[in-house]
């Protein structure tokens, strides 16, 4: 398959579900966290997709992958805000299963992207 566009990269069509997924799992939380929790987690969430689109974008393969380790620290806040969304008892590791199985298969394509384009 030929990629003409982020839009084609698989990680980015992934993580783009991710942000479906942690907005309607926040939508959960108690309003009180709107500006707390729920913002910090849908940053970092949005955050993953944007930096994939503007690395993608940039033209050169050293600033694709600074945007793509961009997204990597991403997602490594989002993990780390869905583990304390349990801890809170917002969600159940039930509830939240679909969002962490995104984050984790998003993530592993980073790396191996990343560890490419070092190589390389």
């Not at 839009?7 to 309003?31: A, C, G, H, M």
């Amino acid at each position: 398959m030929v990629i003409h566009s982020y839009k084609d990269l698989l990680v980015w069509q992934r993580s783009i579900e991710l942000v479906v997924e942690i907005y309607n799992l926040t939508d959960r939380f108690p309003k009180v966290e709107v500006y707390g929790l729920i913002s910090q987690m849908r940053r970092a969430a949005v955050s993953i997709p944007s930096n994939i689109a503007e690395g993608r974008l940039r033209g050169h393969r050293k600033e694709y992958l600074h945007f793509l380790l961009n997204a990597y620290g991403s997602g490594g806040e989002l993990e780390t805000q869905l583990e304390i969304s349990k801890k809170l008892h917002f969600v159940t590791s039930i509830q939240s299963s679909k969002a962490e199985g995104l984050l984790v298969e998003v993530m592993k394509m980073l790396n191996a992207i990343a560890n490419k384009l070092r190589v390389s």
